[in-house]
């Protein structure tokens, strides 16, 4: 059984820097095409994929954030960790980890809420 | 970038009633990268359709996708008081990887 799970601060001040740690069973990111992609929603709004890293240790941006994110991996740990710099309020968000096969999220954390304010 | 365009925003309609959920691609998607998602509130995501028309795992064959190019839809045969939801549909560009989301449909109960 996959399972993943999210965690990290649930408030960060402007400026700051985000630190999310995703810890996962059910598979190892050792396991050749074995990958896990985060993915967050603001408030009532879409789905916007951030960054994906795979079990040779490729990483992957989204275009309008890269500058921002750094995507690693803890393969003794089970654990990927993402950090986002420079945090505003725009982006408060409740950010999901998923085991990604390919091109599909199909399974996924339960998500943890990050508010950005002073 | 490609952006993917769902329509209707909302769709109201009755338990038993057909669902068809439209999905609107700014360029071309290959079909094997074209997948469908269901989320309730307070939960996250879950796969519904993946490769334009494949059920995931444990999905209820009254979901089916179909479609190509830049047009896809989710068809929902019969709804059920289970099936009111928000509904993205999802789509992957290789390289280099990258992942778009639709939107949303929001299925409510009329």
């Known amino acids: 059984q996959v399972t993943l799970k999210e965690s990290g601060p649930a408030l960060v001040k402007p400026t700051q820097t985000l630190r999310l740690t995703c810890t996962f069973s059910?598979?190892?990111?050792?396991?050749?095409?074995?990958?896990v992609s985060w993915i967050r929603q603001p408030p009532g709004k879409a789905l916007e994929w951030l960054a994906r890293i795979d079990w040779d240790d490729d990483k992957f941006y989204s275009t309008s954030l890269k500058t921002r994110l750094t995507i690693s991996k803890d393969t003794s740990k089970n654990q990927v960790v993402l950090t986002m710099t420079n945090m505003d309020p725009v982006d408060t968000a409740t950010y999901y980890c998923?085991?990604?096969?390919?091109?599909?999220?199909?399974?996924w954390g339960q998500g943890a809420l990050v508010t950005v304010s002073s | 970038e490609t952006v993917l365009t769902q329509s209707p925003g909302t769709l109201s309609l009755s338990p038993g009633e057909r669902a068809t959920l439209s999905c609107r691609a700014s360029q071309s998607v290959r079909t094997s990268f074209l997948a469908w998602y269901q989320q309730k509130p307070g939960q996250a995501p879950r796969l519904l359709i993946f490769?334009?028309?494949s059920r995931a795992t444990g999905i209820p064959d009254r979901f089916s996708g179909s479609g190509s190019g830049t047009d896809f839809t989710l068809t929902i045969s019969r709804v059920e008081p289970e099936d009111f939801a928000v509904y993205y549909c999802?789509?992957?560009?290789?390289?280099?990887?990258?992942?778009?989301f639709g939107q949303g449909t929001k299925l409510e109960i009329k």
């Open positions: 998923a085991r990604t096969d390919g091109g599909i999220f199909d399974d």
């Open positions: 490769a334009t028309s």
């Open positions: 999802q789509q992957y560009w290789s390289s280099p990887p990258t992942y778009t």
């Open positions: 059910g598979f190892s990111l050792r396991t050749s095409g074995m990958r």
